[in-house]
């Protein structure tokens, strides 16, 4: 049975840092390429950011390039989402999300095993 779950989310203040794990079970996880996404209260689900399998390739939306950091430890099954100079846009709710497909440069397309979500909120 897979299992993915996140931790590492809660307040903190703007400008200030957080980081995110995501623990992935039950799956060849240096297989799958890694996503996080995002969804604020009453706005659509967005991708933060995605790793790919092999070469571990990354790609940022355009709101978090140069603050976020995503990497993997395949090892542990681990995905990391190191967010700096946190601001109050950036509070929602965020998912870790496995992905096998690749469809036009996107690692992170429909991903298949989601994680339950783990809040952050950033205080002005």
């Known amino acids: 049975q897979v299992q993915v779950a996140e931790s590492g989310g809660g307040l903190v203040q703007a400008g200030g840092s957080l980081r995110l794990s995501c623990t992935a079970s039950?799956?060849?996880?240096?297989?799958?390429?890694m996503g996080w996404f995002r969804q604020a209260a009453g706005n659509e689900r967005e991708k933060v950011s995605c790793?790919?399998?092999?070469?571990?390739?990354?790609v940022y939306a355009d709101s978090v390039k140069g603050r976020f950091t995503i990497s993997r430890d395949n090892n542990k099954n681990i995905l990391y989402l190191q967010m700096n100079s946190l601001k109050p846009e950036d509070t929602a709710m965020y998912y870790c999300?496995?992905?096998?497909?690749?469809?036009?440069?996107?690692?992170?397309?429909?991903?298949?095993?989601w994680g339950q979500g783990i809040q952050v909120t950033v205080s002005s």
């Open positions: 039950g799956l060849s996880f240096d297989n799958y390429a």
């Open positions: 999300a496995a992905s096998t497909t690749y469809v036009n440069g996107d690692y992170c397309h429909a991903p298949v095993y």
């Open positions: 790793i790919s399998w092999g070469r571990g390739s990354t």
